[in-house]
């Protein structure tokens, strides 16, 4: 991610945390991941980091993935605070059997591919 | 704006089969036509999801009209996904409303089943958004994430699930077209294999072939076409505005009520879009029959069984009847038709009905069309 982005709305001074995002000029939509233009309203967007960090809001396990990919794949929509949902890879494996909707996520962004871990993992 | 009405319907048995495509939708369009009393009609409209992928085939609207016997009448393919098989009728029926047009064929059909199952359901994944399919997202994915989050919101027990698995597959043990022609039980859905939980095995729809094809008129017949509504979403899942409910259904449902001058409340019969078990629920919320979050305590009460006082499904639905995915829209309507005439044979519904709907999910519910029939004669 590019340094010299600037903050959206919110979002706060940690590097590990920050998530490239798109805000429209006109409407303020938000966007993750980027696109050039706004689908609410057409109008042009900037480029903007936001707050890797939200609510895991529904979550399931795939044992039969595409190519490319083992089972079992755990994939989940997470609406960030900044209010923008994404869907991801929960990483926390072990805690898998456990998940619970609501529950904090920090998300990032590797490789055009978004990665969750659970808030109550990280201290474990 | 003029009345638009179904002259004749077609439709081949749903399932694997060694016929091609285009023999597909050539005994589909004969059994329309002749059902029609037509020798000739003014234009072909042709549905196919994704022939390019699964046979290898494009230009697929001259390719069937050729076949068919039908050069030089003008030919266009419409394609929206999943509910191509819908589109096309929106298309035909405003092509006629307009005046321009007095008879339409409108036919579609897919060949799945050539490839083997994970081909096919990467072939299918490729109407998702990119993101998300780089993710590894599949469309039983993008279905389990929205079934969660449904069952949290509303309380729905996998038991509703499981209902609408076991209900469909006795109505289309009744249905001579249909691909699964078995009844099951619920130990046997809830023991199948998990896909992505809370999804199993029998809660998705099967990979399969056939056609479906219909002549559309604006001569008087008995089944008029009431409403139509068609509503469009975002691609992306998680951007939607919800993620228990399809925004793209209720704006057709919406423009289709509207249209037909009715209330959901007086819909006698539907063919509702289950291609998974929990799509059922949902669509019978978003045309407005049940409140949102409700319609789990409404199904298993027995409101939509064959006998209830809103049959859901009685061809068995993509569940059972099956999913070729450019003719299940259409395959719906035809439903409808015969049940409206009380062609239905064994499922036939009981009671008497006047007005029937049908509706269509487009990809993951981005191109959702709604269709009101009226019985009139």
Redesign the interface.
């Known amino acids: 991610m590019s340094p010299e982005l600037t903050p959206g709305p919110g979002a706060g001074g940690s590097l590990e945390t920050r998530l490239e995002a798109s805000i429209c000029g006109k409407c303020h939509k938000q966007?993750v991941?980027v696109r050039a233009y706004c689908?609410a309203c057409r109008g042009r967007t900037e480029r903007i980091y936001v707050e890797g960090r939200g609510k895991l809001?529904?979550?399931?396990?795939?044992?039969?993935?595409?190519?490319?990919?083992t089972p079992p794949?755990v994939?989940?929509?997470c609406e960030l605070d900044s209010g923008?949902?994404?869907?991801?890879?929960i990483l926390d494996y072990r805690l898998k059997e456990s998940l619970e909707?609501d529950e904090g996520v920090i998300v990032s962004e590797k490789d055009?591919?978004?990665l969750f871990r659970l808030e109550r993992g990280l201290s474990a | 704006m003029r009345n638009v009405y179904i002259r004749g319907v077609g439709m081949t048995k749903f399932g694997p089969t060694q016929s091609r495509l285009e023999e597909m939708m050539y005994e589909a369009a004969v059994q329309a036509m002749s059902d029609a009393a037509v020798e000739d009609v003014d234009a072909v409209v042709v549905g196919a999801m994704s022939p390019e992928s699964f046979t290898g085939e494009s230009n697929i609207s001259a390719f069937i009209t050729d076949y068919l016997g039908l050069v030089p009448k003008p030919t266009i393919r419409i394609e929206t996904a999943s509910s191509t098989g819908a589109a096309i009728f929106d298309g035909a029926f405003f092509a006629l409303a307009s005046g321009f047009f007095r008879n339409i064929l409108v036919l579609a059909g897919e060949k799945m089943t050539t490839l083997g199952t994970?081909a096919a359901?990467?072939i299918l994944?490729e109407v998702l958004s990119p993101?998300?399919?780089?993710?590894?997202?599949?469309m039983?994915?993008l279905a389990?994430?929205?079934c969660?989050?449904y069952m949290?919101a509303s309380g729905c027990p996998r038991e509703a699930l499981t209902y609408v698995a076991v209900k469909n597959h006795r109505n289309a043990v009744k249905n001579p077209y249909a691909h699964f022609q078995f009844p099951v039980d619920a130990a046997r859905v809830e023991t199948s294999?998990?896909?992505?939980?809370?999804?199993r095995l029998y809660d998705c729809s099967p990979m399969s072939d056939g056609a479906a094809a219909m002549v559309m008129t604006t001569d008087k017949t008995p089944i008029r076409v009431a409403g139509i509504g068609h509503g469009t979403d975002?691609v992306?899942?998680?951007?939607?505005e919800s993620?228990t409910s399809f925004s793209s259904t209720r704006v057709a449902a919406q423009k289709a009520f509207k249209l037909a001058e009715i209330k959901p409340s007086k819909i006698d019969i539907a063919e509702i879009h289950d291609a998974f078990t929990p799509f059922e629920l949902i669509g019978c919320e978003d045309v407005g029959f049940f409140d949102p979050g409700t319609s789990w305590k409404e199904i298993l009460k027995g409101e939509t069984a064959l006998d209830g006082p809103l049959p859901v499904n009685p061809s068995g639905g993509l569940k059972a009847r099956g999913h070729p995915v450019g003719a299940s829209g259409l395959a719906q309507i035809i439903e409808i038709v015969w049940q409206l005439r009380g062609h239905a044979g064994a499922r036939q519904v009981g009671k008497p009905l006047r007005y029937g709907l049908t509706q269509s999910v487009g990809g993951m519910a981005t191109s959702n069309i709604v269709t009101i029939l009226e019985k009139t004669g």
């Open positions: 966007y991941p689908s809001k529904t979550f399931t396990t795939l044992f039969v993935t595409p190519d490319g990919f794949l994939l989940g929509i923008t949902r994404v869907l991801g890879e909707i055009g591919k978004y | 994970a359901t990467r994944s993101q998300e399919r780089r993710q590894g997202g599949t039983p994915a389990a994430l929205v969660r989050a949290h294999k998990v896909i992505a939980d809370p999804l975002y992306s899942l998680a951007q939607r993620l």
